[in-house]
């Protein structure tokens, strides 16, 4: 069955699987002990720093390891705001980071500190511009900006090296939450935290990583003896002895491996929209990951696309409102501004064939197909105009989730005239971004929103 949801987490690398069985061996002693069994344990240790430091860029002992990448995030900026608690109170965060930034700004947020987010493009990338100019225009001092070197679900690299440029400039550290990008390389520029996750680029789950640079100010809590005093508890050395060596292995095959799977995501790019109609891929189509794609489909329910891919043996992911709980969609498409409905992220892990990507494309469109046909969508093209045009009509969707209030809307649209007005009502927050995406494709004109007696009102008014 093809795994394509790597940027969830990796399929354990061999070398991870090599190292990890020989570490249970020689690594189970306390490594903080002076016996010859915790000597061996702490020569383990160290050698699993170095390479794991080697490979991010600083020096060994900047480098923590933690029980995870949320963790390593979670710690990295409670304990810089803490270090730099009397330069300002203000945190700066894009607005496409992990979900583990937001929760960490808003807890920042409820002790009385200050957030400030910078908007993204179309492509869920940051302009530098617009990041230095959230640092020189914050009210009040700013005590530390972060930003992710890659997106975790449209693969958008992002500006750091401009970003930690812009921060150096006003003495404001740069914390890089490198999780998706370091098996792929180190992160360039004058970045003073960067985390990381062992189980992203193939090595176990359960470690992460936290550097801090020398010279910034970082104050930990709770302070405890092990590493450095920045992860308290026992630090699991099987685990991380196999993330560094599988972080090793990886780099070494990254070139190679990389400009690959760039070319059997740039099939996927491709032969996607030629395949289903109305289709939109989103992401930056150059400045991005090179085995990540994501796209998302009109009329279609994402759970249950995801769950029929599933039958056909392909495990994807999804940032749709539909596979969520919540039925809120992906803060990070919605930061885009892109369709939320029937949204699909394609993550190959290293080794993924070109068989099963073509396989993908062939079983892709029959799945859409059949899941729009379920949910009573229109034909692509949409509807005929009626033979007598109401001059403005109002559909009522009310307790109906995505993607019927767009389904809905797509089959009246030409019951109204050219420049007439169709109000669709909805207590659905898919449809705030789900309706404004569909007229951009339609080539419609959305009028915005408005309060409803329930729910909200979204005004379309027919253009063509």
Avoid at 30 to 38: F, S, V
Avoid at 40 to 57: I, K, M, S
Avoid at 179 to 192: D, F, H, I, K, N
Avoid at 241 to 257: K, Y
Wanted: net charge negative.
């Amino acid at each position: 069955m093809p795994y394509f949801d790597a940027a969830s987490s990796a399929p354990l690398h061999p070398v991870a699987r090599q190292a990890l069985l020989a570490a249970l061996d020689e690594g189970w002693a306390d490594p903080a002990r002076l016996h010859r069994e915790g000597r061996r344990a702490r020569l383990l240790l160290d050698a699993a720093r170095e390479t794991a430091a080697e490979a991010v860029g600083c020096r060994p002992d900047e480098l923590s390891f933690t029980p995870s990448g949320t963790r390593a995030l979670h710690d990295g900026i409670a304990g810089a705001l803490a270090g730099r608690r009397r330069a300002g109170r203000r945190l700066i965060v894009s607005a496409v980071e992990h979900s583990a930034v937001f929760q960490a700004a808003a807890a920042h947020e409820a002790s009385g500190g200050a957030v400030t987010e910078v908007p993204v493009d179309r492509t869920g990338r940051v302009a530098p511009d617009a990041y230095a100019a959230a640092l020189r225009e914050a009210p009040d001092g700013v005590a530390l900006a972060c930003l992710q070197s890659a997106n975790h679900e449209v693969g958008t690299v992002q500006p750091v090296d401009a970003a930690a440029e812009a921060c150096a400039a006003d003495g404001v550290p740069l914390l890089v939450d490198a999780a998706q990008s370091l098996g792929w390389g180190p992160v360039e520029g004058r970045w003073s935290l960067l985390t990381a996750s062992a189980h992203k680029w193939g090595g176990p789950p359960g470690v992460g990583l936290l550097a801090v640079r020398k010279g910034t100010r970082f104050r930990p809590a709770p302070v405890d003896e092990r590493e450095s005093g920045r992860a308290p508890g026992f630090e699991n050395l099987p685990a991380i002895v196999a993330a560094a060596a599988s972080l090793r292995a990886v780099r070494a095959e990254a070139a190679e491996e990389a400009e690959r799977l760039r070319g059997l995501v740039d099939r996927v790019r491709a032969r996607v929209p030629e395949l289903v109609p109305d289709v939109e891929v989103v992401g930056d189509p150059e400045r991005r990951l090179p085995h990540l794609v994501t796209f998302s489909c009109l009329y279609v329910d994402g759970e249950a696309l995801l769950h029929e891919l599933d039958r056909a043996e392909f495990s994807v992911s999804s940032g749709s409102s539909c596979t969520s709980s919540t039925l809120v969609p992906s803060h990070v498409l919605r930061a885009m501004g892109v369709l939320s409905e029937g949204n699909i992220r394609v993550s190959l892990p290293r080794g993924a064939s070109g068989t099963d990507v073509d396989r993908f494309l062939e079983v892709l469109p029959g799945v859409v197909a059949g899941v729009r046909e379920r949910l009573g969508a229109p034909a692509p093209g949409g509807a005929a105009p009626a033979a007598e045009p109401a001059a403005g009509l109002v559909v009522d969707s009310l307790g109906k989730r995505c993607p019927i209030p767009v389904i809905e809307l797509a089959k009246v649209i030409g019951e109204v005239p050219v420049g007439g007005v169709v109000t669709v009502l909805s207590d659905d927050e898919a449809a705030r971004l789900d309706i404004p995406a569909w007229c951009e494709m339609r080539g419609q004109t959305y009028e915005g929103e408005r309060p409803a007696e329930r729910g909200t009102a979204y005004r379309v008014r027919r253009r063509t």
